[in-house]
């Protein structure tokens, strides 16, 4: 995102009431379970950035010091062309070349893939299909990550503290506070989220973009159940106009692919559990893109609506 502007006027903002809703759920929303708990894992993580291409490392290390804004689309697209086999993409005419929409993917990770290598591999395809200054896909990711708790108080790992909150301000990345305590904070986070879909008042970027999630909040192969919250906060965002955009990634063999489905809106008012409802079409949205052996803990909810 390289520059600033004021959105058109739309007949569809949010109303500021619906703001102080979501954020209750926005802490569930989000949370995973992966933490760095040890020197281990922080090797593990240097390990999964060691593909990266030569200088971009430094590159982003600069631009992380001096909150100096980048772009995703590029960034990833370098990032990307650097994996061998190439990432397979499938569906890449569904994605929407002008219109905002958020992006949900299910929380795939494999030994040989690290989320934030999918995540890439996702945001480099939806800027190939999107017109020019629309091309950057802004993921919605944790502040921090949890390295220990002591007496019950919540200890960041400060590593987490100190790249999370510069990759976000260099990258448009939306951070939603890991303590469950920061109500505020989630709300920020929430507008924010509307901000890039150019569904609130607030000045963002020149045209709304699109904004990704991974509605499961952890890592795994098979797919998982949504957080609680997460219906009812794409329920919400649904009704503004926005449409959902879903995306399988799975490997196959050594190749990972991206397919991505029709975009589809959360439509109509459901009896009973409305986040429950909603949680439910989404992730089985994903799981139609994904093969039958990842359908995990919604394969009855597929094959029933097939």
Known sequence: MQGRGVFPQRTSFVPSRWLALPAQFAYPMVMPTTTLDSLGDVAALLEALRPLPPGLLGELAWSFLRASPRSPA???????????????????GLVPRRDPFLLVANHFQAPQFWIGWVAAAITAAVATAREPGSRDLHWVIL?????FEVAGHW???????LL????ARSWGLIPMPSRPSDVAGRARALRRVLVYLGR???????NPEPVGMFPEGRASVALEEARPGTGAFLYRVSGLGVPLLPVGVHLEEDTLVVSFGAPFALAGLPPGDLDGWAR????????RLLPREMWGVHAGAIDEMR
């Open 74 to 92: 590029e960034d990833t697209q370098r990032m990307v062309g650097r994996l061998s086999p190439p990432p397979r993409v499938e569906g890449l």
């Open 155 to 161: 200890v960041p790992n400060p590593l987490s503290s």
């Open 164 to 167: 999370f909150p510069r990759a």
């Open 280 to 287: 439910r079409q989404v992730m089985v949205a994903i799981g």
């Open 143 to 147: 502040s921090e990550w949890r390295w």
């Open 200 to 206: 609130s008042r607030t000045a963002g970027p020149p």
